[in-house]
């Protein structure tokens, strides 16, 4: 690297050794938690339109999708991992550490207010005590900011939630010490973080010794760094070393066993639960390419569903045209559209779950294209489709329309070209 390179990135990169390949137990790890949170985004789909007939099943959902984020954050910071392609691998388990503290602390919330089996007092105390612990960090916030109009109101709110819990039979019936600490609004639980994660299934001695661990690298105390030298010259500077390895691999492994647990739980809390008929139907035509069944008959949204991979189905949804659906991977499915009256292929695209369907090819002469409603060019189409884009196949007008970001929010049966689901995780 030479000084007219200072600030070049890929000088930097160029400037780096090829290192040496991860151990074994590193890349189990990585797998482990891969896997596992592939599946849940799937488990949390699965759960996703159910109306929560209680409160634990709401925040199950929202403690749920919030673990499965911190476990695809934690695989994009992990190296050699599938779900980022990087200029360089890049060792730091100290900001992995940083994640899974965060994920030990939502496997608690999530075991005490949607798992742990209490009674209906004792989960209406434990949950206007993290209302009111909410009200008073939010007041905290804007005490900072000097929004003094904000701080009003939460002082009425958080008096109001006081009066709650004074009159809670639970509460009442605690030793009159807690009372005033728990009434003060600075403790989310009833419990110690260690008595929660003993419940949630995690040893005492185990927990005491992760947590003493991450948290010294999460506030950046002189434990996480005074062996960065000397007989440790790689560790710190993103290196690939034994300890990090080790250490990330602790942070995977441990991530994967939070998300699995509370995966267990999930299933228990939503067993025999039905999706609402009306939230199955429009992501079904979603993911499929088609429209409601009360708009259109262009096609079975659920063809293609049970394929296995390398399996194909048809369906002949008109006259003219035979759709014809072939499993390509578990979330990935071809979708072939067929002008019966000649057997030639007048659209060919792949629909997936994350990122609903994608055109490759289509007859223009068979199609009438809009984009945005509107006649559109040639120029005008291909800058459309380096950019996110929405587009939706009427089989019946023989048209395939596009709708651009700029023009706001799509129709309702539009099917998806480079943007992402929003139901359940991911």
Not at 127 to 152: E, G, M, P, Y
Not at 171 to 192: E, I, M, N, R, S
């Amino acid at each position: 690297m030479n000084e007219n390179d200072e600030f070049d990135l890929q000088a930097v990169v160029d400037g780096g050794a090829w290192g040496p390949e991860p151990a074994k137990d590193y890349l189990k790890s990585l797998d482990m938690l891969d896997n596992v949170v592939r599946e849940c985004i799937f488990v949390s789909r699965r759960y996703a339109g159910i109306e929560a007939p209680e409160g634990r099943h709401f925040y199950a959902s929202v403690l749920f999708v919030a673990l499965i984020t911190r476990g695809v954050s934690l695989l994009n910071l992990a190296p050699y991992s599938p779900w980022a392609a990087k200029k360089i691998e890049h060792w730091d388990y100290a900001s992995m550490t940083g994640v899974v503290r965060t994920m030990i602390e939502l496997r608690a919330a999530f075991h005490y207010l949607c798992a742990d089996p209490c009674s209906q007092d004792e989960w209406y105390c434990r949950w206007n005590l993290f209302n009111l612990h909410d009200c008073v960090s939010r007041i905290r916030l804007f005490t900072a900011q000097k929004n003094d109009q904000q701080v009003v109101e939460l002082e009425v709110q958080a008096e109001e939630l006081r009066e709650r819990l004074r009159t809670n039979s639970f509460f009442q019936a605690l030793d009159p010490k807690q009372h005033k600490k728990l009434l003060h609004g600075q403790t989310a639980y009833l419990f110690p973080l260690e008595t929660l994660m003993e419940k949630a299934g995690m040893e005492v001695e185990t927990f005491r010794m992760l947590y003493i661990l991450f948290s010294t690298h999460v506030h950046a105390l002189p434990m996480s760094f005074y062996r960065l030298s000397g007989d440790n010259p790689e560790r710190g500077r993103g290196l690939p070393s034994s300890a990090e390895e080790g250490y990330s691999s602790l942070c995977l492994t441990l991530a994967a066993t939070l998300i699995v647990a509370s995966r267990e739980e999930m299933h228990a809390l939503f067993d025999g639960l039905e999706q609402n008929p009306a939230y199955v139907a429009m992501h079904q035509a979603e993911r499929m390419g088609g429209e409601t069944e009360a708009e259109t008959d262009d096609g079975d949204a659920e063809a293609g569903a049970d394929l296995t991979i390398g399996e194909s189905a048809s369906v002949d949804v008109s006259e003219y045209i035979r759709i014809t659906y072939t499993r390509l991977a578990i979330d990935e499915i071809a979708v072939v559209y067929v002008h019966r009256p000649s057997g030639e292929t007048v659209f060919e695209g792949v629909t997936s779950e994350m990122g609903g369907l994608q055109f490759e090819s289509f007859d223009p002469y068979y199609w009438d294209v809009s984009v945005d409603g509107a006649p559109t060019t040639l120029a005008a189409f291909e800058r459309m489709i380096a950019a996110e884009f929405l587009m939706r196949v009427d089989v019946k007008g023989r048209r395939i329309l596009f709708k651009t970001r700029a023009t706001g929010e799509a129709e309702p049966a539009a099917e998806e070209g480079r943007a992402v689901n929003d139901q359940g995780a991911q």
